[in-house]
């Protein structure tokens, strides 16, 4: 199992980043990305903690730590900007906070998240056919979500995803205990969002596939 969407207290997650590492852990799974939420104002404090974190927990405990970013409700114009200089600092995996049908998302903020060529698009709502498209050409991956209200556009999105060829993963987007999904769970996300249980496989080898991107092996 790999989930490459989590929430430390770096933002508005409830858990340092050892022990939400150590409770995927417990549910064995081989990796893990830490991507909290950052604008023009957190990013260069939150960026460098969570690389280090990272890096220490990789060296100490089984679990593959990533360290990531999530660009939350930032203008769409602050995206590209944003994503270059979170690579800068020791992001290996971008993420943008899509446009969920539940929060107000600035509107065009897939749309710039798909042109800055950021690696992960979470819960990206009612996004259009065209910006599946885009996101199959730009290899930019989509999410399918494990989270409350989130979820709500899974099946539009597996649908949109699979007759355009974009790239699907399926993640929690952790912030409590709670909300971290097992290997059951997440199985019946998939197959709730519309694809078959056999397509479970593919999700995680597309997240295999996005971690070697960032320069990690599994």
């Given at each position: 199992?790999?989930?490459?969407h989590?929430?430390?207290?770096?933002?508005?997650?409830?858990?340092?980043?050892?022990?939400?590492?150590?409770r995927?852990?417990?549910?064995?799974?081989?990796?893990?990305?830490?991507?909290?939420?950052?604008?023009?104002?957190?990013?260069?404090?939150?960026?460098?903690?969570?690389?280090?974190?990272?890096?220490?927990?990789?060296?100490?405990?089984?679990?593959?730590v990533?360290?990531?970013?999530?660009?939350?409700?930032v203008p769409?114009?602050?995206?590209g900007?944003?994503?270059?200089?979170?690579?800068?600092?020791?992001?290996?995996?971008?993420?943008?906070?899509?446009?969920?049908?539940?929060?107000?998302?600035p509107?065009?903020?897939?749309r710039?998240?798909?042109?800055?060529?950021v690696?992960?698009?979470?819960?990206?709502?009612?996004?259009?056919?065209?910006?599946?498209?885009m996101?199959?050409?730009k290899?930019?991956?989509?999410?399918?979500?494990?989270?409350?209200?989130?979820?709500?556009?899974?099946?539009?999105?597996?649908?949109?995803?699979?007759e355009f060829?974009?790239?699907?993963v399926?993640?929690?987007?952790t912030?409590?205990p709670?909300?971290?999904?097992?290997?059951t769970?997440a199985r019946?996300?998939?197959?709730?969002?519309?694809?078959?249980?056999?397509?479970?496989?593919?999700?995680?080898?597309?997240?295999?596939?996005?971690?070697?991107?960032?320069?990690?092996?599994?």
């Amino acid at each position: 199992m790999i989930d490459l969407h989590t929430h430390s207290l770096f933002s508005d997650g409830e858990l340092i980043p050892s022990e939400l590492v150590r409770r995927f852990e417990a549910l064995e799974y081989r990796a893990v990305a830490i991507t909290d939420h950052v604008d023009c104002s957190t990013f260069d404090f939150v960026v460098p903690r969570i690389a280090q974190a990272a890096k220490e927990l990789t060296e100490s405990q089984p679990v593959m730590v990533v360290p990531g970013v999530e660009l939350t409700h930032v203008p769409p114009m602050s995206i590209g900007d944003l994503c270059r200089k979170a690579r800068d600092l020791g992001a290996r995996l971008v993420v943008v906070h899509g446009e969920t049908i539940v929060e107000p998302v600035p509107p065009g903020t897939n749309r710039a998240a798909l042109e800055a060529g950021v690696d992960l698009l979470a819960h990206p709502g009612l996004i259009t056919p065209e910006e599946v498209s885009m996101a199959a050409e730009k290899g930019v991956f989509l999410e399918i979500s494990g989270r409350k209200g989130h979820s709500l556009t899974n099946g539009h999105v597996a649908k949109l995803a699979k007759e355009f060829g974009a790239r699907l993963v399926i993640d929690s987007d952790t912030h409590s205990p709670g909300d971290i999904m097992g290997e059951t769970l997440a199985r019946k996300v998939a197959m709730g969002a519309g694809l078959p249980p056999a397509f479970f496989d593919e999700l995680m080898s597309n997240a295999r596939l996005l971690i070697k991107r960032a320069g990690y092996r599994l």
